[in-house]
């Protein structure tokens, strides 16, 4: 039970405030905004990068900050830059270089703008640079997005950056992997900004469903895992809610909400 009244809440996006449709319900954005007025601060906390994330929030009516990429970014509502974690540029090379040796296709989120292989399934990218402009090192890279429907080529691709310890790996899919720093998750990210804010961590509720929602579980107590979400999730979580089909996050927030006579 949250014995004290929340004043930030971060959720992640895909299959949590989202819906099956990848869109935010009526429910939801209604909740959201009602929760605002009560005095809660709102991030989104996700893999997706500033024009993505962004522009689901927007269509929706709803104005909040944004932890990006995993946690390598974090922006105010208005997509201004207040801290930032690149991934060290030797490791970007060697990355880079193996996943255009596997013809594995991927999106990179760089300081100059997000490029991809596929601009069709990553549509606010830009086409990838040739081979000698990536490598150049002129472009600080957050995030790399990898992306296969070959289980194997992916499992190959995560074990060959196994040794690389200045990177996390993680995924949000069965069909990806993203690669940050070391130092870039949500969790470690969301702490900086609650620090930045000065709200306390018991005053934060955290909301998620896949594996790289973990490090903002295991940073937060207050933490809620969606009906839907992985088990691992739901073992390290302080409740678990409705699925996000169900309205999960809107529920919760109701309930906080109606508890604290708001």
């Not at 922006?75 to 193996?98: C, H, Y």
Request: contains cysteine; negative net charge.
């Amino acid at each position: 039970r949250v014995k004290r009244m929340i004043k930030l809440a971060a959720s992640d996006l895909d299959g949590t405030l989202l819906n099956e449709k990848s869109f935010i319900s009526k429910e939801t954005i209604e909740i959201i905004k009602s929760s605002k007025k009560a005095g809660i601060r709102w991030v989104a906390a996700t893999g997706r990068s500033y024009k993505t994330a962004s522009r689901l929030l927007e269509e929706a009516g709803i104005c909040c900050d944004y932890v990006l990429l995993n946690g390598a970014e974090f922006r105010e509502n208005d997509g201004t830059l207040i801290f930032q974690k690149s991934i060290p540029d030797e490791s970007v090379k060697r990355i880079i270089a193996m996943l255009l040796s596997e013809k594995t296709d991927f999106e990179l989120n760089t300081d100059a703008g997000d490029f991809s292989t596929d601009c069709d399934f990553c549509d606010t990218a830009r086409p990838m640079p040739s081979e000698k402009e990536l490598l150049d090192g002129k472009r600080k890279v957050q995030k790399i997005f990898i992306f296969s429907m070959k289980s194997e080529k992916l499992a190959y691709i995560k074990e060959s950056v196994a040794d690389m310890q200045e990177i996390t790996l993680t995924s949000s899919a069965s069909w990806n992997l993203e690669i940050t720093a070391r130092e870039a998750d949500k969790g470690s990210m969301l702490k900086q900004v609650t620090d930045y804010y000065g709200i306390k961590k018991e005053e934060v509720i955290v909301f998620g469903d896949g594996e790289n929602d973990r490090p903002m579980f295991q940073t937060f107590l207050h933490s809620r895992a969606m009906g839907n979400a992985k088990e691992e999730l739901k073992q390290m979580a302080e409740k678990v809610i409705e699925t996000n089909v169900e309205h999960g996050v809107a529920k919760e927030i109701m309930r906080l909400l109606e508890e604290n006579g708001q």
